[in-house]
């Protein structure tokens, strides 16, 4: 339990960390991140995919709960109701879809997981301080807009995101491990819907939380995810000379 946090110095903190993620942001936009289908050697030892994906998001759960009072804290509330949707995307992140993927022999960059365990760690220790500490919402909280339309954002963003992961989880056989063009649904307009999907996601959980920590870790989805779809869809381009001419990165007919 948290007893006494200076307010000030966790605003200035959190202000710092999506400045951080911006320019995280602007780097990406320049040098695609080695993993996945840009995972490369050069960036020194390698960890299996399934291990890294296993640790670097379990993390996240293990800084939050490090704040969270679990005994004391009113989880029938609207912050029991955030938290619930935090870790109905962890929970699946961590202990799901590592063991989906099928990435067999596939690798990644050590240093890459343990850049995702510290990002997830102060990302799961701000919005577990906030909850614990600040994050006190009245009961009709529920009725307000921000929540609505959050929580609506939140939960077809997290749909989007799980059914194109799923689609590309099924393209590939059991014993095969290269690339192909997604086909249908959302992929018939954007190269990268499960992005696509993310992002929304928690830009609703900003909205419906309506705090500062959950928007910088919005930023700093952003700041990853963005120029990852932009990488994507050029990586289809170049490989794939017959890739649909008129499907977009990320915004279906815009972008």
Known sequence: MIDYLP????????????????????????????????SSRQWGPMISNKIGWLLMETTVLVSFFTWIPVTTFPWRSPAGV?????????????????????????????????????????NGSLLGIWFAAFGRYPDNWYTTPAFI???????????????????????????????????????????SPNLAGEIMEWGGYALLTWSLPALAFFIWTCANLIPRALANHRWYQQQFPEYPANRKALLPFIW
């Open 7 to 38: 307010l000030r110095e966790y605003v200035i903190f959190i202000c710092c960390w999506a400045a951080t993620g911006i320019g995280a942001g602007l780097y990406l936009l320049r040098r695609e991140a080695p993993y996945g289908r840009y």
């Open 82 to 122: 955030m938290i619930g949707l935090f870790l109905l995307h962890y929970i699946h992140r961590s202990f799901v879809y590592p063991f989906m993927i099928r990435t067999k022999g596939k690798k990644m960059p050590v240093v890459i997981m343990l850049s995702a365990m510290l990002f997830n760690t102060v």
């Open 149 to 191: 339309i959050g929580v609506l954002l939140f939960l077809t963003g997290m749909f989007i995101n799980w059914n194109a992961d799923y689609q590309l989880i099924q393209l590939r056989k059991r014993t095969e491990t290269g690339y192909k063009i997604p086909q249908g649904r959302l992929f018939k307009y954007i190269s």
